[in-house]
Nanobody
């Protein structure tokens, strides 16, 4: 079984930065395309960033240029660096395998952007 544990969220002011971490167990994150997702209350969960096994990345338009997804294969960790945060980024952030078939969801980590 694959377990995913997200951390690093918190309360930040607009324009601030956070780095989210995802610890994976049971499988190597390097073996799959991985992604960061987010879900705000009353909204659908959306995919915001992906990274392939080869290291190529994609981003949804709303975060492109501000967020950076990365991976540390030795530590089996996935990261999301978030810069220039805006209130619209407020959501619970999750990591998971990218694609339609995914691992079980973790608890996520709350990111709140507010002045």
């Amino acid at each position: 079984q694959v377990q995913l544990v997200e951390s690093g969220g918190g309360l930040v002011q607009p324009g601030g930065s956070l780095r989210l971490s995802c610890a994976a167990s049971g499988r190597a994150v390097s073996d799959y395309p991985m992604g960061w997702y987010r879900q705000a209350p009353g909204k659908q969960r959306e995919l915001v960033a992906t990274i392939t096994s080869g290291g190529s990345t994609t981003y949804t338009d709303s975060v492109k240029g501000r967020f950076t997804i990365s991976r540390d294969n030795a530590k089996n960790m996935l990261y999301l660096q978030m810069n220039s945060l805006v209130p619209e980024d407020t959501a619970v952030y999750y990591c998971n395998k990218a694609g339609f078939i995914r691992f079980s969801w973790g608890q996520g980590t709350q990111v709140t952007v507010s002045s």
